[in-house]
């Protein structure tokens, strides 16, 4: 009895840990538009911060991969590729993301980027030639009504945003960024392993942020607060790290395909919160749209070549 209940225990560890990750990771949104809303803290400030409290996590596992002792070094290529990817996913998408939250809700902005797998999808078909299977095709069609839906409905809401349409843009373009980088990924990540392209990749991306914060800005004059870095901190290690670890750790225990079910929780999740903290409205069309492109994320979450992970 003790060992079928051990092997009862070890999948439900792996839904509960896998659950609470897709909840943290959803929580950045909100941090961000808290952030915004308390400090007018420009976007690239708070996403340097991110990425700064971040480093020293990465450079434990960058560390930790490099002494195992099936550790390869990567050849010059997959320097370049995993690079080259971990700046298109960390730096390009997530500061597109947080300059399109300065002008959009945290709500739509959770659903327009949660689009990403679809975009793989088709980014996958026009480059590597990869059919699109017809439950696909009803997936991305679920997901686009979807989207159209609640994007109608939240349009009619801020009428007086003069800078709807740009944040919207923003974010789209990360969405399709992050598309590029979750592809990329998805063909390195058999040759280097997944914990060491996420380590490389991450301190790539880290390094090109605090590049273009201080050749833009001069940091003497950032209103540099204990509040702000509190906000850098809640990005760093509550939005980024702890989940991070907990999906993966989530992934190897119930597996690619429940991970994709358990984080569609995302979208839902970020707009509750946005409603609690951020006092953002809950309206019909944002519930359908919301339900729609979640089912369309979960049919294509089932294929195994097309993972579907929260977003940056």
């Not at 997944?194 to 380590?199: E, G, L, R, V």
Request: proline share 3%; hydrophobic share 50%; with cysteine.
């Amino acid at each position: 009895m003790k060992k079928e209940d051990n092997k009862r225990a070890i999948p439900l560890a792996g839904f509960i840990i896998t659950f609470i990750g897709a909840i943290l990771f959803s929580t950045k949104a909100i941090i961000v538009k808290k952030a915004f809303a308390d400090l007018a803290v420009p976007a690239l400030t708070l996403l340097a911060l991110r990425m700064l409290f971040s480093l020293p996590f990465y450079l434990v596992a960058a560390a930790f991969n490099s002494r195992k002792k099936s550790n390869t070094s990567f050849t010059k290529r997959e320097w370049f590729y995993v690079c080259a990817t971990g700046l298109l996913g960390y730096y390009v998408s997530s500061l597109l993301d947080f300059m399109g939250l300065q002008y959009v809700s945290a709500g739509i902005e959770r659903l327009i980027l949660f689009l990403y797998p679809t975009f793989a999808v088709l980014i996958n078909a026009y480059w590597f030639k990869q059919h699109i299977t017809k439950s696909q095709k009803i997936a991305l069609l679920l997901a686009y009504a979807g989207i159209a839906i609640a994007y109608f409905g939240e349009f009619k809401l801020d009428t007086g945003n003069p800078n709807f349409f740009l944040g919207s843009f923003l974010v789209f373009v990360c969405a399709v960024t992050y598309s590029l980088y979750l592809v990329g990924s998805g063909r390195l990540i058999p040759k280097v392993g997944a914990s060491k392209f996420t380590a490389y990749a991450m301190l790539a991306a880290t390094g090109g942020v605090l590049l273009h914060f201080f050749i833009t800005t001069n940091y003497k004059e950032v209103e540099w607060s204990t509040t702000l870095a509190g906000y850098g901190l809640l990005l760093a290690i509550v939005a980024t790290v702890i989940p991070s670890f907990l999906l993966s750790y989530g992934m190897k225990k119930i597996g690619s395909n429940n991970t994709a079910i358990m984080t569609s929780i995302g979208p839902v999740s970020t707009i509750l919160q946005a409603h609690w903290f951020l006092g953002e409205k809950i309206f019909a069309e944002q519930i359908i749209g919301t339900l729609l492109v979640v089912a369309g994320v979960i049919i294509i979450g089932w294929r195994r070549d097309v993972p579907v992970l929260p977003s940056e």
